[in-house]
């Protein structure tokens, strides 16, 4: 999974016309080093999405701006437009995100 880097990056990425699907962790976070041990399974059998991963302190505008208040938090995007969103409460198993991923709207 690639990270963000820059602001134009992120733009670019979630402006594609393919799902993506946008990880906002933070280096400090437990959860987030809990989500990197079974996230890559994951993303195998969705590799239909676009994965990338965003530190949230890195860019804590966007952040705000998408309404990220716990980490990590997964956000789905498709042409510019955020689509869904699980929350950090809720993305602490594959179980969760799995879950999350079979129900998103598109």
């Known amino acids: 999974m690639k990270e963000i880097q820059t602001l134009e990056e992120f733009n670019e990425v979630i402006s594609a016309d393919k799902e993506t699907i946008m990880i906002f962790t933070a280096g400090w976070c437990p959860d987030c080093r809990r989500l990197e041990v079974f996230i890559g399974d994951i993303i195998e059998e ?3 999405k676009a994965w990338y991963e ?3 302190d890195k860019f ?3 952040a705000e701006k998408y309404e990220v208040m716990g980490i990590p938090s997964l956000l789905l995007f498709k042409n510019g437009e955020k689509l869904a969103h699980l929350h ?3 993305a602490k198993t594959p179980e969760d995100v799995r879950a999350y991923l079979e129900s998103l709207p598109v």
């Open 88 to 90: 950090s409460a809720n």
């Open 60 to 62: 804590p505008e966007l």
């Open 54 to 56: 965003i530190d949230r």
């Open 46 to 48: 969705h590799n239909d």
